[in-house]
């Protein structure tokens, strides 16, 4: 569990980076959505926790299993919502603004997943917990270039 949380964190700067890289401004509000993703990023360790000492325990495995998508999904949430106020308040370089809907392109896929994981948890949670596993690949993987490499040979 602490692998895929700590795959997780690190996709998340990752998208986190590629969207700042191209801020010509920050606003206000675009600081307060940024504290909000710290804020959930934060909190990952609790949900982990949870799973990883109650995934053999029957009566929280549940509980905690969807806990931890919840909070995976409001990491994904957000860095979407900090790259949608940035295009919408044109804080991004208008030269740039291609490079940085480029860096939150996985959003849609990734909220599908967590969003599937996290009702499976509630019938199977190792199955749920294999499928944030597999979704932490997919964030870390850059799935897009090696597919542009694999066509190119």
Do not use: K
């Amino acid at each position: 569990m602490y692998v895929v949380s700590f795959i997780t964190i690190g996709a998340a700067w990752l998208v986190h980076t590629a969207i700042t890289e191209h801020l010509a401004r920050a606003d206000l509000t675009f600081l307060r959505l940024n504290l909000l993703l710290l804020m959930l990023v934060a909190v990952l360790p609790f949900p982990t926790r949870l799973v990883a000492e109650g995934i053999d325990d029957a009566s929280g495995e549940r509980v905690f299993v969807a806990t931890y998508g919840l909070v995976l999904l409001g990491i994904r949430v957000m860095l979407w919502a900090l790259a949608a106020y940035a295009r919408r308040e044109r804080l991004v370089s208008p030269d740039e603004v291609e490079e940085a809907i480029a860096a939150n392109r996985t959003v849609v896929p990734v909220v599908i997943a967590y969003g599937a994981a996290i009702l499976i948890g509630m019938a199977l949670p190792a199955l749920a917990v294999g499928l944030y596993c597999l979704v932490a690949i997919y964030l870390i993987v850059p799935v897009g270039q090696l597919a542009r490499l694999f066509r190119r040979s």
